[in-house]
Each structure stands twice: as structure tokens, then as C-alpha cells.
């Protein structure tokens, strides 16, 4: 996904890429720059997942403000994952409108 020839490719075709925050907290920010230079301009999906409460809560607007607005990502939506004590408790989906806010 890193080689924008590839991904040009790969999008004129129809694929895309979904950031999954499992896969995109483990690379290194200039390897998620890369990906995004690849797929300039396009509607990238994010899912992530927090924990409860007011702290996770904050963690959560911090970490989607700089390892996904902060480097550029214009997500198409935003999946959230919420898990209690271990235990995944529900996904909200935030539709995300043409300024970035949720």
C-alpha cells in the first residue's frame, strides 16, 4: 500500500483502504505518511476501539486528532469499538461530514 504505482493501480480497480487502528498504531508515522501519500485524496474508513469512561473518552478525540486528522486521513466514516472490563460491548459508526467534525 506504500507504493503509490501499486496503489494506483489497485484503486483504478476498485480497492480502497480501511485503517484498521490495530494494524496503523503498529506502523511507524512515516510509514502511515506514506500510505496516505498513495491514497491522496481519498475517503479512507477508520475503526478503532476504546474502553470505558471519561479518560478513554479523551484518549480516544486525542489519538483520532493525531495519528489520523493530525496526518492528514479524510475519513469516510469513523467505527468506534467499545469494550467494558475486556468485553467488546458495541460498534457506533460516526458519519463524518465534509469538514472533519463527527
Known sequence: MMNAVSSSMYR????????????????TVDQRKKILEAFDGSLLPVEMGFGNGRAHHIAYGEKVK??????????HFIAVNAYWKGVYVYCYRF????DGSV
Open 12 to 27: 483504478s480497480k476498485g480497492g480502497g483502504a480501511y485503517l484498521h487502528g490495530s494494524g496503523w498504531h503498529r506502523l
Open 66 to 75: 493525531k495519528e489520523y486528522l493530525g496526518l492528514g486521513v479524510n475519513p
Open 95 to 98: 458519519p463524518v461530514e465534509g
